[in-house]
């Protein structure tokens, strides 16, 4: 049992698979869906018209390349005896991926797990293959083609309403991720991976098969928890001034 209560006379939920997490927190009654504002379809127009301003990369440079956002948690230096195994997956990740070789990645580290030792890895490989990135991700993927994760992110949803493909690595250890799994709810909207091998043959059906078929299920599943392209700011708006 949850050991506070909120006060209020609303509360605003994205979705209904919040409600779980709410409900004894708040009178029921006080609960009101009301979708995701930023997944609203005129954001969507913003930012798809200035989606090549402001990149802190140089575009033109890659715009005719396979680019792929990889949203990268570096967990380096944070947990105990696990760099030699996140090093071991990065160089398996790097090394499948750039079999293709009109790919280049994207990286947007994690803000609050940004140790550069990462780049130790990454050095290894051709510099004109990766890219460090700290725009926002609805930026980077309004102008990629794929977009890569590790696991539990809140940005896959972000990756979904831009229309990406969305594919999450392995867990490289059991030594992390352990207690974020407590508290994060899977909503089944991405392609999981367990390997260097999968990774590249799952790339492969995107890139030149199947690329359609296989964002349709996820993105069916994410417009029904997340109703993209509605007018979630105006309901908000007319409910506040109800109360």
């Keep these: 049992p949850h050991a506070f209560k909120l006060r209020g006379d609303i509360l605003l939920l994205a979705n209904e698979e919040t409600i779980p997490f709410c409900k004894n927190l708040i009178d029921r009654k006080k609960i009101i869906i009301c979708g995701t504002p930023k997944y609203d379809g005129f954001w969507k127009k913003v930012l798809l018209k200035n ?3 402001n990149l802190d990369f140089r575009y033109n440079l890659v715009k005719k390349k396979y ?12 947990y105990k005896n696990v760099n030699h195994k996140l090093h071991t997956q990065l160089f398996d990740i790097m090394n499948s991926i750039l079999k293709f070789k009109d790919v280049v990645l994207i990286f947007k580290i994690h803000p609050r797990a940004n140790t550069n030792s990462y780049l130790e890895t990454l050095n290894k490989f051709d510099n004109s293959k990766w890219i460090i990135s700290k725009n926002h991700i609805i930026n980077l993927a309004s102008v990629s083609k794929c977009f890569l994760h590790t696991p539990l992110t809140s ?13 999450e690595i392995w867990n490289p250890t059991r030594d992390i991720y352990s207690n974020e799994r407590k508290i994060f709810y899977d909503e089944n909207l991405t392609n999981k991976i367990k390997n260097g091998d999968q990774l590249k043959n799952f790339l492969k059906k995107i890139k030149y098969k199947k690329k359609k078929d296989i964002l349709k299920k996820k993105f069916n599943r994410f417009k029904k928890i997340y109703r993209p392209n509605s007018n979630s700011a105006n309901f908000i708006i007319k409910k506040i001034n109800n109360v």
């Design 51 to 53: 989606s090549f301003k």
């Design 67 to 78: 680019l792929i956002t990889f949203a990268y948690t570096s967990f380096f230096d944070l």
């Design 155 to 167: 940005t896959v949803t972000d990756a979904l309403f831009m229309g990406l493909p969305t594919i």
